[in-house]
Nanobody, 124 residues
Framework: QVQLVESGGGLVQAGGSLRLSCAAS????????MGWFRQAPGAEREFVAA????????YYADSVKGRFTISRDNAENTMYLQMNSLKPEDTAVYYC?????????????????WGQGTQVTVSL
């Protein structure tokens, strides 16, 4: 079992930056692949980024590639999502997720544990 808590969301103007954090507790953090997903109102939950359990590999959705950076600090049991050059279409609730595997991939169904989400709103 692992518990996940996101933080760092908020309201930002287009072109601005935010850094999301996901704090994990419970089982050994380094044994979990981690991911970020987001869900806008009326839309499906979609993949944003993922990292392997030691952080050696990172994967991004095409829509955020070059703007977002995923990272993790296994010593601090925390994962981050640095979001730069934000656009109004990035507005959504952002969730972190974990799965006890080397890599979780792009599908929400591959992840076993989820945080409660943090709202990101990007205004024009």
């Amino acid at each position: 079992q692992v518990q996940l808590v996101e933080s760092g969301g908020g309201l930002v103007q287009a072109g601005g930056s935010l850094r999301l954090s996901c704090a994990a507790s419970g089982r050994t953090f380094s044994s979990f692949a981690m991911g970020w997903f987001r869900q806008a109102p009326g839309a499906e939950r979609e993949f944003v980024a993922a990292t392997s359990w030691m952080g050696g590999s990172a994967y991004y959705a095409d829509s955020v590639k070059g703007r977002f950076t995923i990272s993790r600090d296994n010593a601090e049991n925390t994962m981050y999502l640095q979001m730069n050059s934000l656009k109004p279409e990035d507005t959504a609730v952002y969730y972190c997720a974990a799965t006890p595997a080397y890599s979780g991939g792009h599908s929400p169904g591959a992840y076993d544990y989820w945080g409660q989400g943090t709202q990101v709103t990007v205004s024009l």
